[in-house]
């Protein structure tokens, strides 16, 4: 039976609402307030995106426990998440999963895994706590319009045309437009969604014959076809795909780039140095070198360096229309710095977005500045919360995004307790 009048209702059975729910009915538990939560889940299945993230191993967190690193990591958010990660970030993360049972590992690039390599022991941790503080879950029901009460609190409709009434609603509802609406509808602003963390397609180059090659580092500048022309820059380990190119680097400029992509639809052009970060003077040395102590060897035979893969230096070869029979001795002038600069600064045109890596989220949702970030509450609307990904902070692949609900859904549900069940006079 649902009950007609609620302390707190929370829309959204993802990773943030479900933090929120936990922490706030934990903590009234534990102060003896009383004061039902009750969590509104439009889909049949609570924390579906939890089940399936990471592959289904659910990255839940990144080892970054500098809280100012760990904001670097958030293409929108950033510096303003320093107060929220002060106070509840990986560390605290990994501690609060801990205690109620759930061990984390990692992996070699920073990663953090449920030792059980699972998403559903996730799923289960967190269905298992939050049923154990008393939170009330109803699924297929979604939130549907909510109304602020003069005297406070709020009126819900709710899909099946229920009513019921709250003192403090939190809105956890992800990137679905539903929620941006009720936010729109309780006075906030609302960043235009675009998608972010996705791999590029190149207009129809060879380079996509060499799909598998890795290049680590590689590195990537970015220039937008819009108006005015945007900049970016990323380096790390890229992979070379039968579209284009992905890989972690690709879907870290790609967020960073977001908007700005968006906005030149997905076109403009892209260096790649392969050289692994050397100066042009470096490799002009090294091909001296190379000229001298591998003169009689064949370009096909000794690449320059071990660790350029051999089928992408074929392949330069080719482009640039140099036989790879030719000895290192014979390489003439005008090749070897049409070579160099192939190493330092190929240039690919970016024809458009590929699909997306493993980890897909969208940038943009409720204008941060009309959220106080130590409580994650409406400063338009006193009682309205706000949590993980409808707010406007996307974080780079790695489980930062999730990271970000498990801080933003803890911060609110300890001040939707500390506030109170009447706290808005309802
Ligand atoms: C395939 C995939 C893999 C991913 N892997 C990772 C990963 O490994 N690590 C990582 O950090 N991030 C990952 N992400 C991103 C991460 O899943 C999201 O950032 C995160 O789930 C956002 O959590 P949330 O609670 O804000 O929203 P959501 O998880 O989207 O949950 C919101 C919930 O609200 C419900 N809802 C919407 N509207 C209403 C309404 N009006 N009333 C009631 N309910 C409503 C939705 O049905 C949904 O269940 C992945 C994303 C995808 C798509």
């Known amino acids: 039976m649902l009950p007609s009048q609620v302390s707190l209702v929370i829309a959204g059975g993802g990773p943030a609402g479900f933090m929120a729910a936990i922490t706030a009915a934990e ?56 107060g929220p990660f002060s106070r509840f970030a990986t560390a605290e993360s990994v501690a609060w999963f801990e205690r109620r049972g759930l061990t984390l590992v990692q992996e070699a690039d920073g990663r953090l895994f449920p030792s059980s390599q699972r998403s559903s022991s996730v799923v289960e941790t967190l269905r298992r706590e939050a049923s154990r503080a008393g939170v009330l879950l109803l699924t297929g029901e979604a939130l549907q319009a909510a109304s602020a009460l003069p005297a406070g609190g709020f009126q819900l409709r709710l899909r099946s045309g229920a009513q019921v009434r709250t003192d403090q609603l939190l809105l956890a509802t992800g990137s679905h437009p539903s929620g941006h609406r009720l936010a729109a509808a309780l006075g906030h602003t609302v960043v235009p969604p675009v998608p972010s963390l996705f791999t590029l397609r190149l207009v129809d180059h060879p380079l996509v014959d060499l799909a598998g090659v890795v290049m680590d580092p590689a590195g990537l500048e970015l220039t937008t076809a819009g108006t005015p022309p945007r900049r970016h820059r990323q380096s790390g380990p890229l992979l070379i795909t039968h579209w284009g190119l992905s890989g972690p680097t690709v879907l870290r400029l790609t967020a960073f780039a977001a908007r700005d992509l968006k906005q030149a639809g997905y076109r403009g052009e892209l260096k790649v140095d392969w050289s692994g970060g050397r100066s042009q003077p470096q490799l002009q040395q090294l091909f001296a070198e190379l000229r001298r102590d591998q003169a009689r060897k064949q370009l096909t035979n000794a690449r320059p360096w071990p660790e350029l893969s051999r089928r992408l230096w074929l392949h330069l070869l080719d482009r640039l229309g140099i036989d790879g029979e030719l000895r290192w001795a014979d390489l003439g002038r005008r090749p070897q710095e049409a070579l160099i600069e192939a190493l330092r600064a190929s240039r690919y045109a970016v024809a458009g977005r590929g699909p997306f890596g493993e980890e897909f989220v969208t940038a943009g949702g409720v204008a941060l500045g009309e959220v106080n970030l130590a409580t994650m509450e409406s400063s338009r609307q006193p009682g309205l919360y706000l949590a993980g990904e409808i707010l406007d902070v996307d974080g780079v692949t790695g489980g930062f995004n999730f990271q970000h609900c498990w801080s933003s859904g803890w911060l609110a549900g300890q001040a939707i307790a500390a506030a109170g069940p009447n706290a808005n006079g309802g």
């Open 27 to 82: 903590a009234r538990l534990a102060s003896g307030v009383p004061g039902a939560v009750l969590v509104l889940e439009a889909t049949p299945e609570p924390l579906h995106k939890v089940l399936i993230s990471g592959g289904g191993r659910c990255n839940v967190t990144h080892a970054c426990w500098d809280p100012l690193a760990l904001v670097g990591h958030y293409p929108r958010g950033g510096k303003a998440l320093r």
